[in-house]
């Protein structure tokens, strides 16, 4: 049963269309409905004002008709609203505009809809207006669901529409056009009110339509999002490559000098057999030079020297492993892990070796402040474009607010034996690939780290 859900929810997974960002989607709103789509609906609500006030075009009951005239009035007050809307889309929230646009699309269905109940039903060549509806909400709403919702409305209205016109038509009026010869009326679809056929064969058209631009979408969609994972690979790998070159050459001019000191100082200690002091000094050279080698290092740990190439990363796996090296069973920590993952989390474009160094440098900090006794609890989840935000929190003694604004600096640390890079190696990890992290703690509550790795800035930062 479980293997039968995960496969069917990796199946909706490709057919789920990602939404645009957010810069592409207000684009794509403003060229579709503020600036072609106002131009183009005054002019529309110039012609149906036209023909539902000046001219006799219908021939359906007049009560039908004088609703529908009622019902423009709305309809117009609801544009020049979205109209005011659209044109002041920069000082309005984001969230309002894509509201706006959803009702504005719903409405121009529904009155379209009413406009075919009083040209005719399933006769009204109002109807190849749908296709072109459809069309406009595929190219103005970038999410999947609204734009799927919004386009099956299309076709709900389209076949109300029809319904409701025939059954508008009465009971005399669809004798004369379906009588038998003996003037019976006749139900030949089994009482079904319109011919099923061309009814059905619409309704079709409107799905297939429908299907049409969502799949095109959905392969545009993939294409994108192949390019932009590979110029994303490209940019990471050049990154690492200028960052591993300069560390490379860092260490290389630093580390040969303090070696030819210290075999210089360990030649002359043993030449020198008297002067205590001399000695002494020549001891202390010794220690600190092993002390500045010993830094170096972990430096070029901190700076990323490490080969290593990019891959696609599951971050749960990489939690896991995490958690393992960190708290092995074997040792029988007194420490209970709790996990709460979000399903389908994309995955981290980055070399295996520094998501590591992140999750089990902040695992270890949490391990020794509650010095191997207490609660950890991890979470993954979805942030915004596409990011993913990891939370590692314990209940250890926390850490004091002055503190706080410190602990990722290099060589900052409150403990005795502690180096003060492990938060720092954390933040440089992530900084690397545009990412960040932030602490929240309270004395005596504990402490939580949030971990955000961006899909995106890496790109943002080559514009």
């Known amino acids: 049963m479980s ?3 995960q496969s069917m929810k990796s ?33 529309i609500l110039a012609v149906v004002f036209y023909f539902l006030y000046w001219s006799n075009w219908t021939d359906v009951r007049t009560a039908a008709q004088r609703a529908v005239q009622y019902g423009f009035l709305g309809y117009l007050a609801l544009n020049i609203g ?22 504005i699309a719903a409405a121009d269905g529904a009155f379209l809809g009413a406009l075919i109940v009083i040209s005719g039903g399933l006769k009204s060549s109002l109807f190849w207006l749908y296709p072109l509806l459809i069309l406009r909400n595929c190219v103005s709403l970038g999410a999947a669901l609204p734009q799927i919702a919004l386009n099956l409305m299309m076709c709900a209205f389209y076949a109300t529409a029809v319904l409701v016109e025939a059954s508008l038509m009465g009971a005399e009026r669809m004798a004369l056009l379906a009588a038998d010869d003996n003037g019976e009326p006749a139900s030949p679809l089994g009482g079904f009110p319109v011919p099923l056929g061309p009814f059905l064969l619409r309704i079709a058209l409107l799905l297939a339509v429908m299907t049409w631009c969502y799949g095109l979408q959905l392969v545009l969609d993939r294409q994108r999002r192949r390019v932009e994972e590979q110029n994303e690979l490209a940019l990471r790998r050049e990154q690492l490559q200028l960052s591993s070159r300069l560390a490379a050459e860092i260490a290389h001019q630093l580390k040969n000098p303090l070696a030819i000191i210290n075999n210089a100082s360990y030649t002359l200690q043993r030449t020198v057999k008297e002067g205590k002091t001399i000695t002494q000094q020549i001891q202390i050279i010794r220690e600190e030079v092993e002390r500045s080698d010993r830094l170096i290092t972990q430096l070029m740990g901190y700076a990323k020297l490490a080969d290593g190439c ?55 900090n949490a391990r020794e402040a509650m010095n191997g006794r207490g609660q950890v609890r991890i979470g993954a989840t979805h942030g915004e474009n596409h990011a993913i935000v990891v939370t590692i929190a314990d209940d250890g003694p926390g850490i004091a607010p002055e503190h706080l604004e410190r602990i990722f600096e ?31 703690s309270e004395l005596g509550k504990g402490t939580r780290f949030i971990l955000e790795f961006p899909a995106k800035t890496l790109m943002r930062l080559r514009k």
């Open 310 to 364: 990019i891959e696609r990363l599951d971050v749960r796996e990489e939690l896991e492993k995490a958690i393992l090296q960190v708290f092995p069973p074997a040792v029988k920590y007194e420490i209970q892990i709790h996990r709460d993952y979000a399903d389908a989390l994309p995955s981290l474009l980055a070399q295996q070796n520094h998501v590591s160094e992140v999750f089990v440098n902040v695992l270890q």
């Open 3 to 5: 293997f039968h859900w």
């Open 410 to 440: 290099p060589y900052f640390t409150t403990r005795e034996k502690g180096s003060g890079l492990g938060l720092a190696i954390v933040k440089h990890n992530l900084e690397l690939y545009g990412g960040r992290v932030r602490a929240e």
């Open 11 to 43: 199946l909706l997974k490709l057919g789920v269309m990602s939404a645009p960002d957010r810069d592409q989607q207000e684009w794509r709103i403003q060229v579709a409905e503020r600036d072609i789509g106002l131009a183009a609906k005054a002019i």
């Open 82 to 103: 979205a109209a005011f809307v659209l044109f002041g889309m920069r000082q309005v929230a984001f969230a309002v505009v894509q509201r706006t646009v959803f009702a």
